[in-house]
């Protein structure tokens, strides 16, 4: 977890140089200035603190940390400037979110809810996994939405059996499971990586097929024979697929409702 929006910090730490000695500053009048989102520079609110060894800590307030970009620079008569740029992340709204249960089977449910598994369930799974850097990377809200449209795409296919009880969002859990099979949380926590690796799902569908390219007059030839089938059906992520097929009813139907 980075730094949330309108949420205080208490001991920002941060180093002072001699700009002349390299010796560590340990004492004088230390200056903060903040930016909130490129606005006009105001002088910080809580003074510095020396902890030893030319490390200084400050607070910063709620106020001063409600922006998405908050420009921090710190000066001293004798240190080189230090500049700091902090991108805040928007605190999670658990108010009207469903507490769900983890166990050793699945995830259970009791209500409706907006994707499979949990953040902390996605953290844990990258954890084990290598090559993550596009979920390591990304902000909070982010991560949230790439679950999200994961989900959405797991809910398009076409499983067997019939939804647990009739009044739940999702299509899991399913038949007579009171939980959702941690297969289909590791899928939507690789399609959601996939997402924000900028993998394209239209781009790929492109690619079905493709046996030579040419370079002269844009030549391109397809093997018709060919299926790639977790592209054709709307799976970004292979590693997903392998998840999500031994649940479908056909791995190439799309589920469709009736809108009365």
Not at 16 to 40: H, M, W
Not at 110 to 119: A, D, I, K, P, V
Not at 196 to 225: C, F, K, M, N, P
């Amino acid at each position: 977890m980075g730094f949330l929006k309108s949420v205080p910090v208490t001991g920002f730490a941060f180093g002072l140089i001699n700009k002349e000695t390299g010796a560590s500053v340990t004492s004088g009048t230390v200056n903060v200035y903040i930016t909130k989102d490129g606005g006009t520079q105001q002088v910080g609110s809580y003074t510095p603190e020396h902890e030893g060894n030319g490390q200084w800590t400050i607070n910063l307030s709620g106020d001063e940390m409600d922006a998405d970009i908050v420009g921090i620079i710190i000066t001293h008569t004798d240190a080189i400037p230090q500049h700091f740029t902090i991108k805040t992340e928007i605190e999670e709204d658990t108010s009207a979110i469903t507490i769900i249960t983890a166990t050793s089977t699945g995830t259970s449910i009791t209500g409706q809810f907006e994707y499979y598994g949990s953040m902390e369930g996605a953290n844990n799974y990258f954890i084990k996994r290598l090559n993550t850097g596009a979920w390591d990377s990304a902000l909070y809200n982010d991560r949230e939405a790439a679950l999200i449209q994961a989900t959405r795409s797991i809910d398009k296919l076409n499983y067997a059996n019939s939804k647990a009880e009739s009044s739940q969002n999702l299509q899991f859990p399913r038949g007579n499971d009171s939980t959702i099979p941690a297969e289909i949380e590791y899928a939507c926590y690789e399609i959601a990586l996939s997402l924000l690796d900028g993998v394209d799902i239209e781009q790929e569908a492109q690619t079905i097929g493709v046996s030579s390219e040419g370079y002269s007059g844009v030549r391109t030839t397809y093997d018709v024979s060919y299926h790639n089938e977790h592209i054709r059906a709307g799976i970004l992520s292979i590693e997903a697929w392998g998840f999500l097929k031994p649940f479908l009813r056909d791995p190439l139907a799309l589920r469709v409702s009736r809108v009365s």
